[in-house]
T-cell receptor, first 116, second 112 residues
Framework: DQQVKQNSPSLSVQEGRISILNCDYT??????FLWYKKYPAEGPTFLIS?????DKNEDGRFTVFLNKSAKHLSLHIVPSQPGDSAVYFC???????????????FGKGTKLSVIP | DVKVTQSSRYLVKRTGEKVFLECVQD?????MFWYRQDPGLGLRLIYF???????EKGDIPEGYSVSREKKERFSLILESASTNQTSMYLC???????????FGPGTRLTVL
């Protein structure tokens, strides 16, 4: 049972345009969400996060939006650059105590290709 | 900067061999994790540890064990490697009380 879903395995965007990566979740206990970026043959690197008490967080070209009622979040990259081409993972953490609070649940990833 | 290192970038082993994957972090993080990444499946948690000598099973612990004798080091052990354990293995660590995990560069393991 997949609790974090990234329904688009891949996305192609022209350089300079907006990239929108989507993520849906089913567990209402999730209270913190993160996006990671991964290049081939490297480990994922943290990109941006958002707490469930917010609906938007911005860091330079990257903005994450959270819609709690829809259990949906999205990552916007504006403007997209060729160096943004990578796999992007959405991850979620729940509010519970004990073992659950140590873990992140990851989506399967979306491969973004930014075309020059 | 947090640094998470893994003992090998690429590893080739034979079926039935015992395999050790080592992970070291230099930021005194309490929590450490082992994942495997496979195409179309994303990152799946194998085991994690929230303290020295403590371990918890993740989503796919079968065929694996772990060891954490020192705070900075977390080892993943494949007792008898099988071809379906061919994968990219990623180690991560984090400080207690925060969500962000820091990842190592990964070990690409091939089991022949």
């Amino acid at each position: 049972d997949q609790q974090v879903k990234q329904n688009s395995p891949s996305l192609s965007v022209q350089e300079g345009r907006i990239s929108i990566l989507n993520c849906d979740y089913t567990n209402s206990m999730f209270d913190y969400f993160l996006w990671y970026k991964k290049y081939p043959a490297e480990g994922p690197t943290f990109l941006i996060s958002i707490s469930s008490i917010k609906d938007k967080n911005e860091d330079g070209r990257f903005t994450v939006f959270l819609n709690k009622s829809a259990k949906h979040l999205s990552l916007h990259i504006v403007p997209s650059q060729p160096g943004d081409s990578a796999v992007y993972f959405c991850a979620a953490s729940d509010v519970g105590s004990g073992a659950g609070s140590y873990q992140l649940t990851f989506g399967k990833g979306t491969k973004l290709s930014v075309i020059p | 900067d947090v640094k998470v290192t893994q003992s090998s970038r690429y590893l080739v082993k034979r079926t039935g061999e015992k395999v050790f994957l080592e992970c070291v972090q230099d930021m005194d993080h309490e929590n450490m994790f082992w994942y495997r990444q496979d195409p179309g499946l994303g990152l799946r948690l194998i085991y994690f540890s929230y303290d020295v000598k403590m371990k918890e099973k993740g989503d796919i612990p079968e065929g694996y064990s772990v060891s954490r004798e020192k705070k900075e080091r977390f080892s993943l052990i494949l007792e008898s490697a099988s071809t379906n354990q061919t994968s990219m293995y990623l180690c991560a660590s984090k400080r207690g009380g925060v969500n962000e995990q820091f990842f190592g560069p990964g070990t690409r393991l091939t089991v022949l």
